[in-house]
């Protein structure tokens, strides 16, 4: 920032506020911007508002134990399952998304001729825009019968490693399916923030890491991915704000259960704060359940607000050094 | 400025030489054999395996032809450069195998809309309502008329609230340039995380806390959608406001313009492709999205075009409710409305692609 900017912006403003018609122009423009803020806080007090009566009822286990159980007196509620879920369906997406997508911006930016790469990046995008509620469709009818003979072979050869447990012989509703089709709503947004990133790599290093004899691992090993990393954790996280707040697709395919299922895999029935509130919402039993769902809500929304928060400073911060 | 000193190829052998001989690009001939070997025999022993066997292929691609291809090409990386070969082959290998790895994903999910989509779609499908249409239904009646009119009720409602104050905020950011930029861009950044529920549900306190005044229908949808629609229009916005050459503006302030009229006049005209852009991707955004419908927009078969008249169905909704439904034409109806979405989608994408392609100087 030299002073020339710093007067250059006082003389506009100067300028700016001079008239009238500008002082309401002003006051309106910025009255605009905040709108973002309003939204927001309107979200977090209205759905915050609402863990009152949650809390009041349920206490500290509406969030430590696992329970639906309205109709009874008096009604018992928790959703740690949900909330534990949430967090596993993430993490199964990460484990195939992560690799997937970084493989494929490396691909992409030092593999691929320039055509297919363009090619790539416009297929990706449209990847992007594939609505939920489709990818849903498809997993619900293409993608169940082959996950679950896939996920019976893993349970025949693998199953004495712990997550590949099965006791229940129902291979469908697994938070695996669930997680899976979580990757694929991440690996569009995870590859575009890193082919990005990798993309940015300054030429002069590239070539001059070849020129020092690197090969293609060298380079990525010690000059493309050390300068990305901070991107590519960002992008990684932006995904994890997606995959975490995810409704429709993973309502068709993970069977809800209340119990907290920890570790098996592909085990029928799992947890997700998103779904559990479009599918209680259907047959919600009155007010009471509402704001339990709509407390639900709050969490969900604390959670995805945090991650995305961390992931856009990460972004904004690695792309103000590699200016 | 200095003299060009021109000379033809042709006169002049060595140059010509150079150019056609390229030693440091020149491969031997146990490089391109160990990659046509590393090529073929991973090939054709699944081949072999297939025709012979009965594994199921997708089991042999994955269990049987991607390890072998990672040792075959290990193998031929180390032949021709010694241990680094290796890991080169391997990083090689297994980002392309990524690569097929999605594109399968996508064939997989449009071809199976398109199959079974165009199965089920017809002329009718697409005006009439589903009044008097049960899920048991034949194909030969009913249609999503009014799913696609919802949809694009809702989605004109949310664009009026969300593109004026999407616009207003990157003109914020780039013209007004308060001191609450960085705020202001923070919580723009921050709303784009909200997930799509989560607008729902906060569009449904809000119906719930108004006890029948406000009730679940088009504009509740709108509201929701408007919720998701702003982060995008704002911050696609402001990429473009920055394109705007900063000449522009002292030009028209020095003429004597005010702020206000700079903007009106000369920066949003200035920016108007993109500005276009914006508001397709912030449509594009939404018009999938089906939670934020289900709490706030509700569901109905009638064809609704009052934004208050009570609930309202849209194309996801629609999908939504259809597609695990035990009845075939029921479960017909939501591939080929899925597949109406998915032309929806399409078509919006490849407007603001277009409209991209024509701004000068953007590179996305």
């Known amino acids: ?323 | 400025m200095s003299t060009t000193i021109t000379f033809d190829p042709e006169t002049l052998p060595a140059l010509q030489q150079q150019q056609i001989q390229r030693p440091w690009r020149h491969k031997p001939i146990k490089f391109t054999a160990s990659i046509i070997i590393a090529s073929i025999i991973p090939f054709v022993v699944v081949a072999a395996l297939f025709f012979t066997s009965e594994i199921p292929g997708a089991i042999l691609m994955t269990v049987v032809y991607f390890p072998l291809q990672l040792i075959a090409a290990g193998i031929a990386g180390f032949a021709t450069r010694g241990q680094r070969g290796i890991l080169d082959s391997v990083i090689i290998v297994t980002s392309i195998g990524a690569t097929i790895f999605s594109m399968v994903v996508l064939v997989s999910v449009i071809g199976s809309l398109i199959v079974r989509g165009f199965a089920a779609l017809s002329a009718h499908f697409i005006y009439q309502n589903n009044v008097y249409i049960s899920p048991s239904t034949p194909l030969e009646y009913g249609g999503i008329g009014h799913a696609i009119l919802g949809t694009l009720l809702i989605v004109t409602i949310s664009a009026l609230i969300a593109v004026p104050i999407g616009i207003a905020t990157a003109v914020y950011i780039t013209e007004v340039r308060g001191g609450a930029v960085p705020y202001v861009r923070f919580f723009v950044q921050a709303m784009s995380g909200v997930p799509s529920v989560v607008a729902g549900l906060f569009i449904l306190t809000i119906i719930v806390a108004t006890d029948g005044v406000f009730e679940q229908g088009a504009f509740a949808g709108g509201l929701a959608y408007a919720i998701l629609m702003l982060p995008t229009v704002a911050r696609t916005a402001e990429e473009v406001l920055k394109l705007v050459p900063e000449d522009l503006r002292t030009g028209a302030l020095a003429l004597g313009s005010t702020r206000a009229r700079t903007v009106y006049r000369v920066v949003l005209p200035a920016a108007k492709t993109g500005i276009i852009t914006a508001v397709i991707l912030g449509i594009a955004r939404v018009i999938g999205e089906t939670a934020p419908l289900l709490l706030a927009a509700g569901n109905s078969d009638q064809t609704v075009v009052n934004p208050f008249g009570g609930p309202i169905s849209a194309v996801p909704t629609y999908v939504f409710n259809n597609v695990a439904l035990p009845y075939p034409d029921a479960v017909a109806r939501a591939w080929a409305s899925a597949l109406v979405l998915l032309i929806l989608v399409g078509i919006l994408f490849v407007a603001a692609r277009l409209i991209g392609r024509g701004r000068q100087g953007s590179k996305r």
């Open chain 1, 1 to 323: 920032m030299s002073t020339t900017d710093a007067e250059a912006r006082r003389d506009l403003q100067a300028a700016a506020t001079s008239n009238r018609g500008d002082r309401v122009f002003n006051r309106v423009v910025t009255a605009a911007a905040f709108s973002a803020l309003v939204v927001l806080a309107g979200i977090a007090i209205f759905l915050g508002l609402q863990t009152i009566t949650a809390f009041q009822s349920q206490g500290l286990s509406f969030i430590t134990t696992t329970a639906w159980d309205i109709n009874t007196d008096p009604p018992t509620a928790g959703i740690l399952g949900m909330l534990y879920g949430s967090v596993l369906l993430a993490v199964i997406a990460l484990f195939i998304a992560v690799p997937a997508s970084i493989l494929l911006s490396i691909f992409m930016v030092f593999i691929a001729p320039t055509r297919l790469a363009t090619f790539l990046t416009n297929v990706i995008d449209l990847m992007a825009a594939i609505p939920s509620v489709i990818l849903g469709l498809w997993a619900f009818y293409i993608l169940n019968p082959t996950a679950e003979e896939w996920q019976r072979l893993l349970n025949q050869y693998l199953g004495w490693i712990p997550i590949f447990e099965n006791t229940s012989g129902n291979f469908l509703g697994t938070p695996f399916i669930a997680g899976f089709v979580l990757a694929i709503m991440m690996i569009p947004i995870v590859t575009s923030v890193t082919r990005e990133v990798l993309a940015r790599t300054p030429p002069d290093l590239v070539n001059a890491g070849e020129a020092l004899g690197c090969s293609l691992w060298t380079m990525l090993r010690f000059v493309a991915l050390p300068y990305g990393r901070g991107g590519i954790v960002g992008g990684v996280m932006l995904g994890l704000g997606r995959a975490l707040g995810e409704t429709i697709a993973v309502f068709f395919v993970l069977k809800i259960v209340f119990e907290v299922n920890w570790y098996m895999i592909i085990e029928s029935g799992g947890g997700s704060i998103a779904t559990l509130i479009v599918s209680r919402f259907g047959e919600v039993s009155g007010e009471f359940e509402l704001s339990l769902l709509l407390a639900a809500g709050f969490f969900l929304f604390v959670m995805t607000l945090v991650v995305n928060v961390i992931a856009n400073l990460i972004v904004a911060r690695t792309g103000r050094l590699q200016q």
